[in-house]
């Protein structure tokens, strides 16, 4: 069988990663306060800990949407070096090690 030409890949793709996080965040509390007034009816069914599931994902999303904000600066900060080092006429160099 002969073999397949390999094709490079593509590049990965771009997606506003804290807005996912945010809606999935918002879900989670917006689940966690839907469930709360049938705590008692559900803790009768053995679900009780539902809410309190709830009310971790949305605090743990807290926590997610914090590292993509934090991801998303710092992804924007190396760009902005980037371009920044092109404008200047980088040679290569490390910008530690440059002179003036």
């Not at 679900?47 to 992804?75: E, K, M, N, Q, V």
């Amino acid at each position: 069988m002969p073999k397949t030409p390999l094709h490079p890949s593509p590049p990965p793709l771009e997606a506003n990663d804290v807005a996912i996080v945010g809606g999935g965040t918002v879900l989670w509390f917006v689940a966690f306060l839907a469930l709360l007034p049938f705590q008692g009816t559900l803790s009768d069914h053995g679900h009780g800990t539902w809410p309190w599931i709830c009310l971790s994902g949305g605090l743990l999303g807290l926590i997610g949407l914090w590292y993509c904000r934090a991801r998303r600066d710092a992804i924007a900060r190396d760009r902005a070096a980037e371009t920044a080092n092109r404008a200047a006429g980088d040679d290569g160099q490390d910008p530690a090690t440059q002179s003036d």
